[in-house]
């Protein structure tokens, strides 16, 4: 069945969109599109509800379904984030069945949901009738040309490798990624961005923090990985996400380390989806230090992931123990 995409070139329009997934950056960018394509701006406020963050009242949404537009052909009734195709109760499920069933021509109604559970009634009353359309974090290769792009239209440049040190660093989020674009080319006087204007300019993630101290540590650099470690603390990060984040860092490492005694970077790379050139950097590290000390330090992960859940440790106590281990 051909979804949104698919409906907002052929203008043939569903009586109900269901648009979800983790990248709220699209399901909000197709909603957009739809709206304008649907809806003369100059009756929009007539023809146009919405509900956000809450379940709609039920006796609310009859009531716009059954009346008719106001000088336009359609009305759009749009809800986000109300967990209707996670829980409902049984009126409610009812109440949308039926109207699933026997919506007006003139109506649309957009669903937009970060989560959705497939085994719920709902959801598969849309997928079999209606348009269902999921927008997960989009692949690296697709962020990557989407960065370019949005690089390019502010007349900067930034290559593939730096647009992949932009979404390591920060997320996978577009909405978050356009607004450190944005920062990166008001902020850059030359025509090109680089990986030190990043360094400068963007707002890392805790993970992507956590690695650049492992990095320096593996490195020799103890002064700096002791640095970047008080910075976590004053920047008051968890510490039992640091603490899944250099497990997650040195578990991977242990596999490249193993993988690399009978396979290729690049197959490396296939093996556990990630860019060749990461595995290669990381590669340099596993080979740098100890299969024993690897082990070492994700079994202390393990043990410092124990301590903080159950008490027993004051859990920046933990972490400097766990540190102390890294840097030695």
Wanted: with cysteine; charged share 30%; net charge neutral.
């Amino acid at each position: 069945m051909a979804g949104i995409k698919d409906d907002l070139k052929s203008l043939n329009f569903k009586n109900v969109y269901l648009l979800w997934g983790e990248e709220d950056y699209l399901r909000d960018n197709y909603k957009n599109e739809l709206v304008k394509k649907v809806l003369d701006p100059s009756f929009a406020d007539f023809n146009y509800k919405e509900y956000t963050s809450k379940k709609p009242d039920c006796e609310e949404v009859s009531d716009f379904v059954a009346s008719y537009p106001c000088m336009s052909e359609k009305k759009i009734l749009y809800i986000k984030d109300s967990d209707i195709f996670k829980k409902v109760s049984e009126t409610e499920k009812k109440f949308w069945n039926e109207l699933f069933d026997d919506m007006p021509d003139f109506v649309i109604i957009i669903f937009s949901e970060k989560n959705v559970d497939k085994r719920s009634a709902l959801y598969k009353k849309l997928l079999s009738a209606h348009s269902v359309d999921e927008f997960p974090f989009q692949k690296p290769h697709d962020l990557i040309n989407w960065i370019g792009r949005h690089v390019s239209s502010m007349k900067k440049e930034m290559s593939a490798s730096c647009a992949q040190y932009l979404i390591d660093c920060c997320s996978p989020s577009m909405y978050l990624l356009k607004n450190e674009i944005d920062k990166l080319c008001s902020y850059c006087s030359s025509s090109k961005i680089t990986e030190k204007d990043i360094d400068i300019c963007c707002c890392k993630i805790a993970e992507s923090r956590v690695f650049d101290m492992i990095d320096d540590a593996l490195d020799g650099k103890i002064s700096d990985a002791c640095k970047k470690y008080e910075e976590l603390k004053l920047l008051r990060e968890e510490p039992i996400a640091i603490n899944g984040a250099i497990f997650s860092k040195f578990n991977q490492l242990r596999k490249i380390k193993i993988m690399s005694q009978t396979m290729t970077a690049r197959d490396i790379a296939i093996q556990i989806k990630q860019k060749e050139f990461i595995v290669n950097l990381n590669l340099k590290k596993a080979r740098n230090v100890s299969a024993e000390k690897l082990d070492a330090v994700i079994n202390l992960c393990a043990e410092t992931d124990h301590k903080i859940k159950s008490g027993k440790s004051e859990p920046w106590a933990a972490l400097d123990v766990l540190m102390a281990t890294i840097i030695s």
